[in-house]
């Protein structure tokens, strides 16, 4: 026997919650449901679709509710960050960005080595031939992670919000926006790392989009 709280634990592919049950049915294994009180292998293959075609259909309500409300908090200048994988920055009150002093001489090196011409490649080996861990503890870290952090926005005080969106509740796979959704931009958000001239210096020198003098002042 297995005990979920609802069938909604399962998945959210009703394709593959009919198939996974039917799977169970066969080999004899029961399915019960501790909110509905439903034991599922006792229903008829009609009932048992129609079930996971609700759960599919309120998956897919929750998620746009959830995109909706970060869309506003977005268009209000609000985002939450995984602040445990931000080089540089900590939480403060109000989920404001503030300055680890450590961590932001860090980032300052990488943008003072990239600029004395040092390629992603070999500032990560300078960084490991330096003992300087990642903000994880690891000792090392990926090329994509420093042309990554080259080309944020955060380290100068901005913020461009929604550069990637989940299109397929299903998948839940992120993709890159390019024009397919909303973006918003704040400028001066909070206290940089990199001063502005460096800073688009260095996206000059990357060829990348420089937010500043493409987005709304």
């Given at each position: 026997m297995i005990i979920v709280k609802s069938m909604s634990r399962l998945g959210r592919d009703a394709l593959e919650l009919i198939k996974r049950i039917r799977e169970w049915k066969a080999l004899g294994i029961i399915l019960y449901l501790e909110i509905e009180g439903i034991n599922v292998m006792a229903?008829?293959?009609?009932?048992?679709?129609?079930?996971?075609?609700?759960?599919?259909?309120?998956?897919?309500?929750?998620?746009?509710a959830i995109k909706f409300g970060i869309r506003q908090s977005m268009s209000a200048g609000k985002v939450k960050l995984n602040y445990s994988q931000f080089l540089g920055y900590t939480k403060g009150a109000d989920d404001n960005l503030v300055v680890v002093p450590e961590e932001a001489e860090?980032?300052?090196?990488?943008?003072?080595?990239?600029?004395?011409?040092?390629?992603?490649?070999?500032?990560?080996?300078?960084?490991?031939?330096?003992?300087?861990?990642?903000?994880?503890?690891?000792t090392e870290r990926s090329t994509s992670t420093i042309d990554g952090m080259l080309s944020s926005e955060k380290y100068v005080g901005d913020m461009?919000?929604?550069?990637?969106?989940?299109?397929?509740?299903?998948?839940?796979?992120?993709?890159?926006?390019?024009?397919?959704?909303?973006?918003?931009?704040?400028?001066?958000?909070?206290?940089?790392i990199i001063d502005r001239k460096t800073w688009e210096r260095v996206q000059e020198i990357k060829g990348s989009v420089v937010y500043a003098e493409l987005l709304p002042k």
């Amino acid at each position: 026997m297995i005990i979920v709280k609802s069938m909604s634990r399962l998945g959210r592919d009703a394709l593959e919650l009919i198939k996974r049950i039917r799977e169970w049915k066969a080999l004899g294994i029961i399915l019960y449901l501790e909110i509905e009180g439903i034991n599922v292998m006792a229903l008829d293959n009609f009932t048992i679709d129609i079930l996971a075609a609700l759960v599919q259909a309120e998956s897919e309500n929750r998620s746009e509710a959830i995109k909706f409300g970060i869309r506003q908090s977005m268009s209000a200048g609000k985002v939450k960050l995984n602040y445990s994988q931000f080089l540089g920055y900590t939480k403060g009150a109000d989920d404001n960005l503030v300055v680890v002093p450590e961590e932001a001489e860090i980032v300052r090196k990488i943008f003072e080595l990239y600029l004395r011409g040092y390629g992603c490649r070999k500032i990560k080996r300078w960084l490991e031939e330096h003992g300087i861990k990642t903000v994880t503890g690891k000792t090392e870290r990926s090329t994509s992670t420093i042309d990554g952090m080259l080309s944020s926005e955060k380290y100068v005080g901005d913020m461009l919000l929604q550069k990637a969106f989940t299109p397929d509740v299903l998948s839940g796979r992120q993709v890159k926006n390019e024009g397919q959704r909303a973006m918003w931009f704040v400028r001066n958000n909070h206290e940089p790392i990199i001063d502005r001239k460096t800073w688009e210096r260095v996206q000059e020198i990357k060829g990348s989009v420089v937010y500043a003098e493409l987005l709304p002042k």
